[in-house]
């Protein structure tokens, strides 16, 4: 059974509407034969006349009236759902929902909201801020466009893109005697009383795969579930703490971060989304932009030679 075409009904609607078929041609910009061919092209797959013609005026008919009343809001709202897909494919309108673990919000996070906001003031962001398994799950669940994780490299259900190599550093007060070193060996550690994330924390499972063949640290003073607590615990003198470099305060700062060595270990910050999936156009222009803010922030990272031998003078 042939079925009536949108531009069919559309037609239709605008007829009933309008009582006048060369009002609602100017409306859909078609000629008063087109128009007409499309009414009569509907009335015969429906087997009613909708329309009683005479050459004054166009009335409906009882069951036209009845059929405008039935489907007048279904063409409505689907139009409102194509405009509202091409606002969203052209960035007018929508959202995008990035995960994020905890550790890398604040790095990444801001500027890249602003830069993004300044171009589609229209589009929505949200953040899922969680652990690094809620994380993984929030894309695999479909709830993130896509995330940023340092896990999921081996998970078939996802695609995982590095964006950066982020070492482990040991987070101490700017005044304690660590503090102005260069480096510090993981043996130095066990003078000095520390804190450290729970094994609910991946971080912990990094750390302690490393560490395997070193003497164990003595016992912590203090163990917490994230890591943002842990440097709210070394800024108030509880000890000092290994953490990952992003999570680090912003200079100048009460707690510093002094590079470790012997070994020395690092992990993966990358994009995570699933695979085979394409992403919405608001996705792509904010990971796009996360992308080259991440390259930047590599770039700042690395000392220049110019600027690694000033250091070298400065007292």
Not at 264 to 273: A, D, L, P, S
Request: glycine content about 6%; some cysteine.
């Amino acid at each position: 059974m042939l079925k009536p075409s949108l531009a069919d009904l559309r037609a239709f609607v605008t007829v009933g509407e309008l009582q006048s078929f060369a009002a609602a041609a100017r409306t859909l910009h078609l000629s008063q034969p087109a128009l007409s061919r499309r009414i009569s092209h509907l009335e015969e797959l429906l087997g009613v006349r909708l329309f009683d013609r005479t050459t004054r005026s166009v009335e409906l008919t009882l069951l036209g009236r009845r059929f405008l009343g039935q489907i007048r809001g279904l063409v409505d709202d689907l139009d409102r759902s194509v405009l509202s897909l091409r606002d969203a494919a052209e960035l007018e309108a929508g959202d995008v929902t990035i995960g994020c673990v905890l550790s890398t919000v604040h790095h990444f996070m801001p500027p890249v909201i602003q830069a993004f906001r300044a171009r589609h003031p229209h589009v929505l962001v949200r953040i899922i801020e969680e652990g690094a398994d809620e994380v993984l799950a929030s894309v695999k669940q479909g709830e993130a466009d896509f995330a940023l994780n340092y896990i999921g490299m081996q998970d078939p259900e996802v695609e995982f893109t590095p964006l950066l190599k982020e070492p482990y550093v040991l987070a101490c007060p700017a005044d304690h005697p660590l503090a102005r070193r260069k480096s510090v060996g993981w043996e130095e550690l066990a003078q000095y009383p520390h804190a450290r994330v729970s094994q609910a924390s991946r971080n912990r499972l990094f750390i302690d795969q490393a560490l395997a063949e070193l003497p164990p640290l003595p016992r912590p003073v203090c163990e917490v579930r994230h890591v943002s607590t842990l440097i709210g615990m070394v800024e108030n003198g509880l000890g000092v703490a290994v953490v990952p470099q992003l999570t680090l305060p912003r200079k100048p700062a009460a707690v510093v971060g002094v590079r470790l060595e012997r070994p020395e270990i690092g992990r993966t910050i990358g994009v995570i989304r699933r695979a085979g999936r394409s992403l919405s156009p608001a996705a792509a222009a904010f990971l796009e932009m996360l992308a080259l803010a991440s390259r930047s922030s590599v770039k700042a990272a690395r000392p220049t030679k110019a600027r690694a031998q000033q250091r070298r003078r400065e007292p």
